[in-house]
T-cell receptor, first 107, second 114 residues
């Protein structure tokens, strides 16, 4: 059983749509990270959360510690948002990753 | 400010050989962590080094090892390479504790084992 589950696995959206990617985890955590990976491999850290909500431009990340759930929202999606989005959690001395959500935004 | 630098970017080895990958963190970052990414297993945590000491370790065999130097640069080594070791190896640096600080990733080293 994976410690971190993401949904959906694949997502196609029209430019301008509001997008939500979900992440559920089964262990107690010290922090949750949302990462973005573009084709070619480079990974960028978007958010690190331990509670509440964070916003950066068109991206919003929320976390509910009691429900062990986090969401990443993209408002007014754009083709340049096309990437794989990965949820990761840190717990003690370990770091666990979700399998990623592949997002394609069509112009 | 320079980012995280990984070398080499691409390399090809044959089974049984060993490989050493290098990671130079952002100046001032003391933690360097390593990850393996494969199509089948996704991203997996290998280990973390902080102040020249291995602080955390993922579930990988002893063929995977690493070290950190006094300038925080880190190397990872894989001995007796197997075909399944073909992967993108990523390192990330952070100011302090793994997981409680934002990570900055390098571009990765893509290893192909023939």
């Amino acid at each position: 059983k994976n410690e971190v589950e993401q949904s959906p696995q694949n997502l196609t959206a029209q430019e301008g749509e509001f997008i939500t990617i979900n992440c559920s985890y089964s262990v107690g955590i010290s922090a949750l990270h949302w990462l973005q990976q573009h084709p070619g491999g480079g990974i960028v850290s978007l958010f690190m959360l331990s509670s509440g909500k964070k916003k950066h431009g068109r991206l919003i990340a929320t976390i509910n510690i009691q429900e062990k759930h986090s969401s990443l929202h993209i408002t007014a999606s754009h083709p340049r948002d096309s990437a794989v989005y990965i949820c990761a959690v840190s717990r003690g001395n370990q770091f666990y990753f979700g399998t990623g959500t592949s997002l394609t935004v069509i112009p | 400010k320079a980012g995280v630098t990984q070398t080499p970017r691409y390399l090809i080895k044959t089974r049984g050989q060993q490989v050493t990958l290098s990671c130079s963190p952002i100046s001032g970052h003391r933690s360097v962590s390593w990850y393996q990414q494969t199509p089948g297993q996704g991203l997996q945590f290998l280990f973390e080094y902080f102040s020249e000491t291995q602080r955390n370790k993922g579930n990988f065999p002893g063929r995977f090892s690493g070290r950190q130097f006094s300038n925080s640069r880190s190397e990872m080594n894989v001995s007796t390479l197997e075909l399944g070791d073909s992967a993108l190896y990523l390192c990330a640096s952070s100011l302090d504790t793994l997981g409680a600080n934002v990570l900055t990733f390098g571009a990765g080293s893509r290893l192909t084992v023939l």
